[in-house]
C-alpha cells in the first residue's frame, strides 16, 4: 500500500510564523504535489515536483514556496503565515505524470489554523 | 476560471436507491477523468476513472459516464449504502489533476 505520511495532522500558528508541514512517502514516487482544500473551492494546487530539486507553481502559489531535497520528501513553507492561509492542507504523489491517467494518492491532510 | 464544476454541493438519498454525482469541465483538452471520496480528516482515495477515449467504466457498484460532445460525466452508486457517505471530488487531467468544488453523499439508513 502506497503510504503518504504528513508529520504534522493539526497547527496553531501566529500570523507571521514561518510554518512547515513536512510530508514523506514510501513507494519511491517521482512526483508530489501539495494541494489545499476549503469548503466550496475543492482542491487547488500550490506546487507539484516532479523530481528532487524540481518544483513548478501550482495555481495558488502565492505566501507558499517548497523544498525537494530528497525523492521521498516534499516540504511546504509558508514564509509568513496569513489567516487566509488557514486550511487543510494535503500532500499527494503519484508514480508517474497524471497527464496519462495515474492516480495520485493523498496524505491524511495537516489542519492549520492561523491566528 | 473553474475548469471542472461540481454544481451541487450535496445529495441525500436513500440506502439501496441510486446515487448519482455530476461534474462539467470546460477544456477540450482534459483526457483523463477521476472520482475521489473523502471521508471527514482523512485525505481523499482514488475510486474509479475513465480515459476520455471511453463513454463509460464500471467499478463494482460504481459506474462513470463521460459524455465528451456535453462536457459532463457523472458517478452513479447502485445501490448506494449508508458508507458511502463521503465527499466526492470530480477531477481531470490535462498535464497536472483539476479537481472540482466536491459533493457532499449522505446516504440515509
Known amino acids: 500500500d502506497v503510504k503518504v505520511t504528513q508529520s504534522s495532522r493539526y497547527l496553531v500558528k501566529r500570523t507571521g510564523e514561518k510554518v512547515f508541514l513536512e510530508c514523506v512517502q514510501d513507494?519511491?514516487?517521482?512526483?508530489m504535489f501539495w494541494y489545499r482544500q476549503d469548503p466550496g473551492l475543492g482542491l487547488r494546487l500550490i506546487y507539484f515536483s516532479y523530481d528532487v530539486k524540481m518544483k513548478e507553481k501550482g495555481d495558488i502559489p502565492e505566501g507558499y514556496s517548497v523544498s525537494r531535497e530528497k525523492k521521498e520528501r516534499f516540504s511546504l513553507i509558508l514564509e509568513s503565515a496569513s489567516t487566509n492561509q488557514t486550511s487543510m492542507y494535503l500532500c499527494a504523489s503519484s508514480f508517474s505524470r497524471v497527464d496519462s491517467g495515474n492516480t495520485i494518492y493523498f496524505g491524511e491532510g495537516s489542519w492549520l489554523t492561523v491566528v | 476560471d473553474q475548469q471542472v464544476k461540481q454544481n451541487s454541493p450535496s445529495l441525500s438519498v436513500q440506502e439501496g436507491r441510486i446515487s448519482i454525482l455530476n461534474c462539467d469541465y470546460t477544456?477540450?483538452?482534459?483526457?483523463?477523468f477521476l472520482w475521489y471520496k473523502k471521508y471527514p480528516a482523512e485525505g481523499p482515495t482514488f475510486l474509479i476513472s475513465?480515459?476520455?477515449?471511453?463513454d463509460k467504466n464500471e467499478d463494482g457498484r460504481f459506474t462513470v459516464f463521460l459524455n465528451k460532445s456535453a462536457k459532463h460525466l457523472s458517478l452513479h452508486i447502485v445501490p448506494s449504502q449508508p458508507g458511502d457517505s463521503a465527499v466526492y471530488f470530480c477531477a481531470a487531467s490535462h498535464s497536472r489533476l483539476t479537481f472540482g468544488e466536491g459533493t457532499q453523499l449522505t446516504v440515509n439508513p
Open positions: 513507494m519511491d514516487h517521482e512526483n
Open positions: 475513465i480515459s476520455s477515449i471511453k
Open positions: 477544456n477540450s483538452m482534459f483526457d483523463y
